[in-house]
């Protein structure tokens, strides 16, 4: 059964820094991995998804990377700002065409001005 | 347009009562999902539908009742809920095709709260 973890569960930066959330899995027979963003009592919106073909994936100052092999994929985010604080979803689908989602448990982010 | 909406956004039922949630979709996608998230914790699945047919139940207790009437519009019938059933509900929808797996694309969810 496949596992995600993020940790820590909680991160707070000043504003300006550059930052990595980590995700890792157990499976490392995904098709992608998803990145999401959720703002309290909100609903999920998709940051980047990765295929794994792919590496990288890039949209302006995002940066998700996956390494399939050891089971990680990192979210860089340049430049932080304080409309940056949220929490921050890792989710994967398990193999078949069902589409269904193993979500981390997130990272809230809180972005100190 | 990327857009799933939800309707209501906020919803206090009584544990008697009967409603209904509903979701909207406009991008072609031909599968639909229901969610259910508590507080600080990810979501979880509760339904999916693919080309309008049930594909998947969690296990869900029968008092949620899904129906999806045609492919752009997914609905989620409640009816006898405990206040343990009070979470955020949210929606997503995807495209289907194959064995692969495609980006889902969530909804802003309704606030349900049972009394």
């Known amino acids: 059964k496949q596992e995600v973890t993020q940790i820590p569960a909680a991160l707070s930066v000043p504003e300006g820094e550059n930052l990595v959330l980590n995700c890792s899995f157990t499976d490392s027979a995904i098709y992608n991995l998803q990145w999401f963003r959720q703002d309290p009592g909100k609903g999920l919106t998709s940051l980047l998804l990765i295929q794994s073909s792919q590496r990288e994936q890039t949209s302006g100052r995002l940066n998700a990377s996956l390494d399939k092999s050891s089971g990680r994929s990192t979210l860089y985010i340049a430049a932080s700002q304080p409309g940056d604080s949220a929490t921050y979803l890792c989710a994967v689908p398990e193999t078949g065409a069902n589409s269904k989602l193993t979500f981390g448990k997130g990272i809230t982010l809180s972005v100190r001005p | 347009d990327t857009e799933v909406t939800q309707t209501p956004k906020h919803l206090v039922m009584g544990m008697t009562n009967k409603k209904s949630l509903k979701c909207e979709q406009h991008?072609?996608?031909?599968?639909m999902y229901w969610y259910k998230q508590k507080a600080k914790k990810p979501p979880e699945l509760m339904f999916v539908y693919s080309y309008e047919k049930l594909s998947i139940n969690e296990s869900v207790p029968s008092r949620f009742s899904p129906e999806c009437p045609n492919s752009s519009l997914l609905n989620l019938h409640l009816h006898a809920l405990q206040p343990e059933d009070s979470a955020l509900y949210l929606c997503a929808s995807s495209r289907l095709g194959g064995v692969s797996s495609y980006e889902q694309y969530f909804g802003p969810g309704t606030r349900l709260t049972v009394t």
């Open positions: 991008m072609g996608h031909r599968a």
